[in-house]
């Protein structure tokens, strides 16, 4: 296990290192993961590189995105049905996030122009998202360069 602490608003990130697979745990502030989120999603992280620009990073990577923060923050993911809403079929499914308090989340809602409206929400688990290997590629990815960035602040 890697341990790296931090003075501020950040005191401690844990890095466990089992069979290959990366686990961040807490004490990141949300200011700081949304900040550091920007700068390590980009095209090869995406699930959909065609809609993916610079100006709008966060497009595509919800539940790579998702998944990291529950790692960091606990609670559960959200999943959003999209194939119903006028707008949005194209993107089929969102993810989002309900933290241990009871806040709901959406650390990738600005990839959104307007928000899609009436979005019914359901839990899903950590596993099922996971289960598809692209969305589990991407995500070991984004845990990489997290943890990188993380590494740059000390």
Not at 1 to 6: H, N, R, V, Y
Not at 42 to 56: C, F, L, R, S, V
Not at 96 to 109: A, I, K
């Amino acid at each position: 296990m890697i341990t790296t602490w931090f003075c501020g608003r950040l005191t401690a990130v844990f890095l466990k290192i089992k069979n290959g697979e990366s686990e961040m745990k807490k004490n990141i502030s949300i200011e700081l993961f949304e900040k550091i989120i920007f700068s390590i999603c980009d095209d090869t992280t995406t699930q959909n590189q065609e809609g993916w620009t610079k100006g709008n990073p966060l497009w595509g990577h919800c539940a790579v995105i998702s998944l990291l923060a529950q790692d960091i923050f606990g609670g559960e993911l959200l999943r959003g049905d999209l194939t119903k809403i006028s707008g949005f079929e194209h993107m089929r499914s969102h993810y989002w996030n309900l933290l241990p308090d009871g806040t709901e989340m959406d650390f990738t809602r600005s990839q959104f122009g307007e928000y899609p409206p009436n979005l019914l929400r359901e839990i899903r688990r950590r596993d099922y998202v996971l289960s598809y290997p692209e969305t589990a590629k991407r995500y070991k990815e984004i845990v990489r360069r997290f943890y990188e960035h993380i590494k740059k602040l000390t």
